[in-house]
């Protein structure tokens, strides 16, 4: 908020700053209010003190008084002269230049030169700064009303848009070229509407491909039905094609279930133990060998011969088993897939490497997602939530994945797992 401190810090002080130069620079051009209100406070002082003085000691008296203010190099033009008899001055006298005195029984009239002074005269040297300091406040009030009405606005505009499900809704560019917290603010409620459209997309797509994986094993399962109705002779064959429907149906809402489960913010319900991976990674490259050995391929293990660490033992078995069979399935035929393993730090860090046609570079984050399948896949295998899967389960454990292509050629994917959370 420093950014909004100094600008409101600016502001008042340049309204205090402004007030105080417009009323210096009215001073300056025209004729000073508080100068004229001195001279007409002297005026009535002088007037006063002449009356006075011809009331007591008399006209020489007040001549001479009148002529020693001279003397000091003011001007104070008064003047005396007898009205009549001493009853003339009881008469009222409305005007603030003329007073009266009685001495030796007439009255006399004491007069300054000038004209009365009028209400906008006597009130305007103390309106002056009250004025100035009033158009500088207002000055400011308005600009600091015009710098944060349009952007709240526009932030108004954007949360209601998202409230009524307007996700696409972007209002950054709108507030323009500010920088400060209200811009930022700005910024982020523009992330916001991203992140939750891509959602919004994710979620859409994921129906659609639970749908559709869905919705084959089904179509299979009611041909074998139809084939069964009009044929019952083919019974044996029929029900061990709708069993393996079963199964596939099985492990597809299997691996959804788990990756929902990984998907919640509450992912705690996982318990940990306290096991050797590198036992693990063992077993499967020994089952994913004798499945390799249809095409010829050899699954080769490098690297640590023990990692004990806090895991649950299941995700992390079907994370790295969903890596190295997908490795399997993509390596050219009489080739082998490569298991790696490193110790960095409190890390284990095992790579997977095969000898396929690898994944084109904007393809390698998009492997990871539900349902996703590089495009160089020739054949389709599994149900494209293995690596997706993995991925999550090594966040779970605090670690990642991620996958590059080889040089030589072939995927390499990487998995990190640390020992436990309190070693990150």
Excluded at 379 to 387: C, N, Q, T, V
Excluded at 394 to 403: I, Q
Aim: net charge negative.
């Amino acid at each position: 908020m420093r950014r909004l401190f100094w600008k409101f810090f600016t502001v008042v002080w340049l309204a205090m700053a402004g007030s105080i130069a417009l009323l210096f620079a009215i001073s300056i051009l025209f004729e000073s209010p508080f100068e004229e209100e001195i001279l007409n406070r002297e005026h009535v002082l002088a007037l006063e003190t002449a009356a006075q003085v011809l009331q007591s000691d008399g006209v020489e008296a007040a001549t001479h008084l009148i002529a020693a203010m001279e003397r000091t190099g003011r001007t104070i033009p008064i003047s005396i002269a007898p009205i009549g008899p001493a009853i003339d001055c009881t008469l009222a006298n409305g005007n603030d230049l003329i007073r009266t005195a009685v001495w030796d029984g007439n009255c006399y009239q004491v007069r300054i030169a000038g004209s009365a002074q009028s209400m906008v005269s006597k009130t305007w040297p103390r309106t002056v700064p009250w004025l100035a300091a009033l158009l500088a406040a207002a000055a400011a009030a308005y600009w600091l009303g015009r710098y944060f009405i349009t952007p709240v606005e526009q932030l108004r505009y954007g949360l209601r848009s998202l409230a009524n499900g307007q996700l696409d809704v972007r209002i950054a560019h709108t507030i323009g070229s500010k920088r400060d917290e209200i811009t930022s603010l700005a910024h982020d409620l523009d992330i916001t509407a991203a992140r939750l459209q891509e959602l919004q997309i994710a979620q859409q797509q994921l129906f659609h491909d639970v749908s559709h994986e869905l919705r084959s094993p089904l179509s299979r399962l009611q041909a074998a039905i139809g084939v069964l109705q009009q044929n019952p002779m083919r019974l044996t064959a029929m029900i061990e094609r709708m069993g393996r429907e079963v199964e596939r149906l099985d492990e597809l809402v299997g691996e959804i279930l788990t990756l929902a489960r990984l998907s919640e913010r509450d992912t705690l319900r996982f318990d940990r133990q306290t096991l050797d991976v590198v036992d693990l990674v063992r077993e499967i490259i020994e089952d994913a060998g004798f499945e390799g050995q249809a095409r010829s391929i050899e699954v080769q293990y490098k690297g640590v011969d023990s990692f004990v660490a806090s895991v649950n033992g299941e995700l992390i078995y079907r994370a790295l088993e969903n890596v190295i069979r997908n490795a399997i399935a993509h390596t050219e035929a009489g080739t082998s897939v490569l298991v790696a393993s490193e110790v960095k730090g409190h890390q284990l860090l095992l790579s997977i490497e095969d000898e396929g046609l690898g994944v084109p570079e904007e393809e390698l984050e998009a492997i990871f997602q539900p349902f996703s399948q590089s495009s160089t896949a020739t054949a389709r295998s599994g149900f494209g939530l293995g690596l997706a899967i993995t991925r999550r389960a090594a966040e779970w454990h605090d670690g990642r994945a991620t996958a590059q292509n080889k040089a030589s050629g072939g995927l390499r994917v990487e998995i990190t797992i640390p020992v436990d959370r309190a070693s990150q």
